[in-house]
């Protein structure tokens, strides 16, 4: 039996989620009144409570009070509002860390973690995971019954500021995994490639985490740490999670992830199977992509969530405190923003935090009540926000309909490009994928970021923009794709490095063969600022590179002549980096090739974006983003106004 999304209430009527992080240790009681009545206002029917709590709650070494919490959880109960309960093993108390200093993280530069801040845990060390798990099992014994009891919220966005430790914790875990993945130095040399430098290990004590290289150090061995620190996070929330099972077998629970631009840290699509529900938290950076990175960013949460829809467990009303200049929303802009998460799936929308906090770290980060309260312009929206939601009900559950271009995003192949030795740090995964994400949906098509692992069959037209590190599974998988009638479209520096980062002497992309019908034999990148005009007229930057033709035909040649796109009848090579109005030109020539229509029409420049969603008795509905004034049509409707709209197809 598959878990519920949520453990609502059993006498609640389907609804959307909506809410926030609810910090009331910081207020007092007459504040928690006047939060429950807002919150009642707002239309929030689940919060997040307890997460950086543990001082408060284990109050010294194995003395708690849960007093205050249940208090909290009742008020919560008696009007209605849900609890997303979190571990509270976020951010370890004083007496811990007075009594085992041993516990808290070394940096890359050698410097321990202080006390004063959060998060200052080694994802290793057994003396905090035994505190910790401490607290979890007194915490799910203490609220097993307590009815407000909806989620489990292991813990808080884990490795957000740990997750690259340098500790003797790490070192020894690290040697562990080696050991396990590889079973012997030998194997170890050749993935690492140590013949190379004079790198050869002789036992595993001489192995060091990659903290302090003289210059470039081994890649394979950085890319190696990187899966090492994610597995063992993810071992961190198994653990948790264990208890959790044990003792409240019938309750959900999640781990806030962090499926974003700015964060590198975890190879989450190996993680995603270890939760009952994901979620995810979002943030805005500033800037002319911001709009469609948060798409990305969405559509990926999707990919990672095998489709399923899941928790937008944080994303801000308006400003944060931790950029350098920490812009507002404009108006309408946080409903914008809620609604792009819930097109991709996201079936409770949540922000932190639900009250703006007088004192500390985030006093000046926006919440659903700011310091100036209903007189803020935040507030209205808030509100409008949960009548949306509340109207919304009949899409609860509502599955989104799988598009029918994908691009591939993944985790090996950004940490690989991400390495300091590599043909040019001009060449940004992220950056290139998301400019062929952005070309589709100004397109006005719909498309899916997915896995390396996720199944490619049922997808008309497959991206792969610069998918680096390709193992034999998944060359398998891309070359009977494209065989058995799928179009596959791949760029320069896909399918070069096996998973140990190695390359083949042999023309590019050896992992693929003469798949694409043409083969690269010299990569020649482009200066930084360097733009050329290719045959047809695009324009290209950052790459290029000389190819040989087989079997495929030259679609555009460079200035001298020489092949630039190539294409078979189920693939595309595509040698360069096209520039944005240049890839929507490409993007139509894909899609006519196999006869996909746009969702919607957009004009040149108008931002807007559409996700179908489907419900259990086979509705469809356009979840449409407007992020701009202008028309639109999605089937009969016509819309001009700029926001979230949902209309019945
Ligand atoms: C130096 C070193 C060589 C090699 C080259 C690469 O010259 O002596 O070992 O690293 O740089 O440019
Ligand atoms: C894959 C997994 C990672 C890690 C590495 C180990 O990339 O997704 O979690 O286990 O393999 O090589
Ligand atoms: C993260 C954390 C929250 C808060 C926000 C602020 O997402 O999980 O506790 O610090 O950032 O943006």
Known sequence: MPLP?????????????????YNPEQWSREVWAEDIQLMKEAGVN????????????????????????????????????????????????????????????????????????????????????????????????????????????VNNELGCHNTYDYSPDALAHFRQWLNTKYGSLEKLNFAW????????????????????PMTFGNPTQTIDFKRFCSDVLRDYLDTEMAVLK?????????TNFMVMWTYDGADYASWADHVDVVSNDH????????????????????????????ILMEHSTSQ??????????????????????????????????????????????????????????????????GEKLSSLSHLAGATVEQAKIAI??????????????????????????????????????????????????????????SLYMVNDELAQRLTSYAEQGGLLVGTFLTGIADENDHIAPSVYPARLGNLFGAQTTDWMPLAPEETIILESGLTAHTWSENIVVST???????????????????TLYVSTILDTASLRQLVDRIALKKSIAPALTLAEGHRAELRVKVTADGSRYGVLINHDEGPVSVGNHHISEPGFHVVEL
């Open 246 to 254: 044990r003792i409240t077998p019938d309750i959900p629970v999640t």
């Open 320 to 385: 944060v405190s931790w950029q350098p200049v920490n812009y507002a929303k404009l108006p309408g802009q946080l409903e914008r923003d809620s609604g792009t998460h819930f097109a991709h799936g996201a079936d409770a929308i949540c922000f932190f935090q639900w009250r703006q906090s007088s004192a500390g770290a985030e006093k000046f980060h926006s919440a659903l009540v700011p310091h100036t309260g209903k007189q803020s312009q935040i507030w209205p929206e808030v509100v409008g926000l």
């Open 552 to 570: 495929g035909k030259v679609i555009d040649t460079y200035p001298n002549g020489k092949p630039a796109l190539v294409e078979t009848e189920n």
């Open 46 to 153: 689940l919060v997040s409570v307890g997460i950086f709590s543990w001082g408060l709650i284990e109050v010294r070494d194995g003395e708690f009070d849960f007093s205050w919490l249940h208090e909290v959880l009742d008020l919560l109960h008696a009007h209605g509002i849900a609890v997303d309960l979190a571990t509270a093993t976020a951010s370890p108390p004083q007496w811990l860390i007075e009594k085992h200093p041993e516990i808290l993280p070394v940096d890359k530069r050698g410097l321990t973690a202080d006390n004063s801040s959060r998060q200052h845990w080694r994802p290793t060390s057994p003396v905090f995971r035994k505190y910790a798990l401490r607290l979890v099992e007194a915490m799910a014994t203490e609220f097993a019954e307590h009815p407000a009891l909806a989620l489990w919220h």
């Open 283 to 310: 943030y805005l950076h500033p800037g002319p992509q911001s709009w469609i990175e948060q798409s990305f960013s969405a559509s990926h949460t999707r990919g990672i969530a095998g489709g399923k829809n899941w």
């Open 193 to 212: 490639g140590t013949h190379f430098w004079s790198q050869k290990y002789s036992s595993w004590e001489q192995i060091q985490l990659p903290q302090n």
């Open 5 to 21: 999304f949520i453990h609502w209430p059993s006498d609640a009527a389907p609804r959307i989620g909506f809410g926030a992080d």
């Open 408 to 465: 591939i995003f993944d985790q090996d192949s950004y940490w690989a490009l991400a390495n300091d030795s590599v043909p040019s740090q001009a060449v940004k995964y992220h950056e290139h994928a998301l400019g062929w994400y952005r070309a589709f949906v100004e397109r006005g098509h719909s498309v899916d970021v997915i896995t390396s692992q996720t199944p490619l069959e049922s997808y008309e037209v497959v991206v792969t923009p």
